[in-house]
């Protein structure tokens, strides 16, 4: 069985976790939507996610930049 990183985007450090999020990541937003990290430009405040869940059915396969508050988790 394959391990499973969950990385930490609590406290001090978690901006730094968060700009350093690889592409492939698996992330969760507060809404519910699920996707993967496409592009981080490392910047420390946006990601490029493409769904594939997302309460708007419309969404699911779209891309979208997504903000470092809208996230819940993120783990491979």
Do not use: C
């Not at 992330?27 to 981080?40: D, P």
């Not at 869940?53 to 396969?61: L, R, Y």
């Not at 779209?62 to 819940?72: A, C, I, L, R």
Request: hydrophobic share 35%; proline share 5%.
């Amino acid at each position: 069985m394959a391990e499973t990183n969950q990385y930490n985007l609590t406290g001090q450090g978690g901006i730094d976790v968060w700009r350093n999020l690889p592409e492939g990541t698996k992330i969760t937003l507060l809404n519910g939507a699920v996707g993967e990290i496409t592009a981080n430009p490392r910047d420390g405040g946006w990601v490029l996610v493409k769904f594939d869940e997302h309460p708007d059915p419309s969404k699911k396969g779209q891309e979208e930049y997504v903000m470092f508050n809208e996230v819940k988790a993120a783990g491979d």
